[in-house]
């Protein structure tokens, strides 16, 4: 079973929409990262949250933690071409490893 | 050096066949993870090492995958009798703590098991 569950799997919207995605947990969190990934790249960090109810803003990019340390949300703004890519929740691991969700893949049309 | 070096960027397998997988960490980083990725979605966790130690193995399949961490040489990832469910993107990423740190990732290996 996946220690983070990722919702949705696949979202595809056109340019300028808003979206969501989420992570969540039955496990508590000491933090939380996201990445994304481009075709062909590995995947690079956007944020770390640390906080219970932490919300970090990166351009058009809003990263919230939950107050239980349990989950996770990316909201995009006005998305854009650019922002298409795999985005990936990733935590603490039972064996204390870094453990990766199975991610959202996004595609903004143009 | 200053990125995560994978190599080889392809490698392809016939059925059975032994691969072989390199990842040099970024100088200075402690600490070396392996992931498979199947179908551009899932990662699966296989390995991490703090230095040339096992730190946790418990996403190795035991019987055929086995990965080591040696001083002064690239990290690498083998697979004896490759099978075509092995075929993947395996990914390496090294970091300077294992929490609450960046993890740097490398290109990724496309093994493909024919």
């Known amino acids: 079973t996946q220690l983070l569950e990722q919702s949705p799997q696949f979202l595809s919207i056109q340019e300028g929409e808003n979206l969501t995605v989420y992570c969540n947990s039955s496990?508590?969190?000491?933090?939380l990262q996201w990445y994304r990934q481009e075709p062909g790249e590995g995947p690079v960090l956007l944020v770390t949250v640390v906080t219970g109810g932490e919300v970090k803003k990166l351009k058009r990019l809003t990263f919230q933690f939950g107050d239980a340390r349990k989950d996770s949300s990316l909201h995009i703004t006005a998305a854009q071409p650019g922002d298409t890519g795999l985005y990936l929740c990733?935590?603490?691991?039972?064996?204390?490893?870094?453990?990766f969700g199975a991610g959202t893949r996004l595609t903004v049309k143009p | 050096g200053e990125e995560v070096a994978q190599t080889p960027k392809h490698l392809v397998r016939g059925e059975g066949q032994k691969a072989k997988l390199y990842c040099a960490p970024i100088?200075?980083?402690?600490?070396v993870f392996w992931y498979q990725q199947v179908l551009k979605n899932e990662f699966k966790f296989l390995i991490s090492?703090?230095?040339?130690?096992?730190?946790?193995e418990t996403g190795m399949p035991k019987e055929r995958f086995s990965a080591k961490c040696l001083p002064n040489s690239p990290c690498s990832l083998e697979i004896q009798a490759t099978k075509l469910e092995d075929s993947a993107v395996y990914f390496c990423a090294s970091s300077q703590g294992r929490l609450n740190t960046e993890a740097f990732f490398g290109q990724g290996t496309r093994l493909t098991v024919v």
């Open positions: 496990s508590v969190f000491s933090s």
């Open positions: 090492f703090q230095n040339e130690n096992v730190f946790d």
């Open positions: 100088k200075g980083h402690s600490y």
């Open positions: 990733a935590g603490e691991g039972n064996n204390n490893d870094m453990r």
